[in-house]
């Protein structure tokens, strides 16, 4: 590892063309990044400053001292995106700076170069989920496969099949989806679940239809991290003809998961939840027995005609690294995320008592763990825990003060849905983290406890449910 | 107009070449249809290409077993057929097609 003041004078340098050259025939690995530090600008953005702010006279009489300590927060958002992986930079690098050739131009060098990475990023895309290379379509992400996979499989079946079956569950791009086509006549079922998360699979046997073109169920869930049943779903959809998309953004390069053993139809893959970049993703389509598309971007046909545009190589060629990284190391990142995960809910639940892990206890995916701390609100013990990255409930609808759906869909009930906090486990976390996690949840819950009345109220014997509050 | 009746003559045999895709287990075979580009891969059997040719209003064909032909449109049958010896696209794609695969192939009624 180079010293910063040295990487710092290569940072600088490295834009002259002269070096650029000299720079791509090195490994780039050794000059510009050493593993989770971070570059001149953000070492700044993070000075130490001490503000004490003194109180006024309706401030209770709390004296604050604001001491931001050096350093970022401990990141345990994964479900939201994760850093990537300095391999998958490594592999970037070369067509960021020198190889910018079109993969489409195939009259010259810079094409076929470029062409070739595409087809090699493919190919590594495809031998994580067992399927042929031919059947992965470059997107700009998760989203867009998912529009693409339900708006049209629907449009393209549209004469005869008018049905859609999906969860109440799925991710909102789903659900818009779903919405605009039911706008546009289509009729859709939104299948309930079981209050552990898992769908119900004789529940999903009987909604389907003669005329069910397409039934999209997504494979992890992003807020409670619940696997769903995809491999009996699978055996259903093909056993009635029905095409089976599954959202698999938060679990492809997590668990195992194979097209062909699953019978999975269509599926859609990001590129920034497996420690990739962000702006990529892909759709995985299969061929036999064909699924029928109506492209939803139209231009010069690349992409098989399915998605016109020019394939962004540096983006690509990240998202097959890591997707060869995740394919090598999937177990050995499952064992040690599954230690993690156990020793923060164990942790938290020796020493804070009513905490409830929303989600089944066995089928969810142990990076993603959500926890409601009863009579604590999530935001204000989010606010509690400043250095630690985390989030309640999911990134999409942390604009809006409406408790998540999902856990609405769970059937909690809307304290329990307010004090959600969702922790994320991934590659790049450490045991030292989760202790200081750990230390802190629990610190802060008491604490916030301690003010609370509901909790005094409840610790002296009264049924919350009985008040009557009053209206103002 | 040409070019449509073209397209439509050109998916309809892409229709037919990827059912047999999917019916049958051919080593290597692979069909793809973009641009106006048909493209038939047949493994061992060699790979046939056909497209529209809008400013003649032909469909070309490349053949691995017969070489290359270009086909003009009769609108009385509504068929293609090679100017010089007059036998039809239907024909010589069934013939080959046939042949290289065992099975009867009917690539247009």
């Not at chain 1, 700076?97 to 195939?106: A, F, K, V």
């Not at chain 1, 769908?199 to 494979?219: C, G, H, L, N, Y």
């Not at chain 2, 068929?79 to 696209?89: G, L, P, Q």
Request: with cysteine.
């Amino acid at each position: 590892m180079l010293s910063r003041q040295l990487q710092r004078n290569i940072l600088k340098v490295a834009a002259a063309p002269s070096v650029r050259l000299s720079l791509a025939k090195q490994a780039p690995r050794v000059v510009l990044f050493s593993l989770r530090t971070f570059s001149n600008t953000a070492q700044k953005q993070n000075a130490s400053t001490v503000e004490t702010l003194t109180p006024n006279s309706d401030s209770l009489g709390f004296e604050t001292t604001a001491i931001e300590k050096p350093g970022r927060p401990i990141y345990l958002d994964m479900q939201a995106t994760s850093p990537m992986d300095p391999r998958v930079l490594d592999a970037m690098l070369p067509y960021l700076t020198d190889l910018y050739g079109n993969p489409h131009s195939r009259t010259h060098q810079y094409g076929w170069e470029t062409e070739r990475a595409v087809e090699e990023a493919r190919e590594q895309v495809a031998k994580l989920i067992g399927a042929d290379p031919k059947e992965i379509i470059f997107t700009s992400g998760a989203t867009e496969a998912n529009n693409l996979s339900l708006k049209g499989v629907a449009h393209f079946y549209k004469g005869k099949k008018k049905h859609i079956i999906t969860t109440q569950i799925e991710h909102k791009c789903v659900l818009e989806s779903c919405r605009v086509l039911q706008e546009e006549g289509f009729d859709v079922t939104y299948l309930p679940v079981q209050p552990n998360g898992l769908i119900d699979i004789k529940q999903f046997e009987e909604a389907i239809r003669p005329d069910t073109s397409i039934v999209s169920i997504m494979s992890v869930n992003n807020e409670i991290g619940v696997i769903q049943p995809i491999e009996e779903i699978g055996k259903i959809c093909r056993k009635n003809k029905v095409f089976f998309h599954t959202d698999a953004a938060q679990a492809v390069g997590k668990i195992p998961m194979d097209v062909n053993a699953m019978n999975i139809d269509l599926m859609s893959i990001s590129g920034h939840k497996l420690y990739g970049p962000k702006g990529i993703g892909a759709i995985y389509v299969r061929r036999r027995p064909r699924v029928r598309l109506e492209a939803v971007q139209s231009g010069g046909g690349q992409e098989r005609g399915i998605r016109s545009g020019t394939v962004p190589t540096p983006l690509v060629v990240g998202l097959g690294a890591a997707c060869k990284i995740a394919t090598e190391e999937m177990e050995y990142d499952d064992q040690r995320i599954s230690r993690l995960s156990k020793r923060l809910i164990d942790g938290i639940q020796s020493k804070v008592e009513q905490v409830v892990r929303n989600g089944d206890d066995v089928h969810t995916y142990p990076g993603c763990v959500n926890l409601s701390f009863s009579y604590v609100e999530g935001e204000s013990l989010l606010m509690a825990l400043k250095e630690i990255a985390l989030s309640s409930g999911s990134a999409c609808t942390s604009a809006s003060l409406e408790p998540s759906y999902v856990l609405r869909a769970l059937g909690a009930d809307d304290e329990m849905a307010h004090s959600s906090i969702r922790f994320g486990i991934g590659r790049f976390t450490t045991e030292a983290e989760i202790d200081y996690v750990i230390n802190h949840v629990v610190g802060h819950v008491n604490k916030l406890r301690d003010m609370s009345p509901l909790w005094e109220m409840v610790q002296e014997g009264i049924d919350l449910k009985s008040i009557q509050w009053s209206q103002h | 107009m040409a070019s449509k009746v073209a397209d439509h003559t050109l998916e309809g045999i892409l229709d037919v070449l990827e059912t047999i895709g999917d019916e049958h287990d051919i080593a290597g075979y692979d069909v793809e249809y973009s641009q106006g580009v048909l493209t038939l891969k047949l493994g061992s059997g060699g790979t046939y290409v056909l497209n529209k040719q809008p400013p003649n209003k032909q469909i070309w064909l490349s053949s691995p077993k017969s070489g290359p032909k270009r086909y003009d449109y009769d609108t009385a049958s509504g068929k293609w057929f090679y100017a010089r010896d007059n036998h039809t696209i239907d024909e010589v794609l069934n013939n080959e097609l046939s042949d290289i695969l065992g099975f009867d192939v009917k690539l247009l009624e």
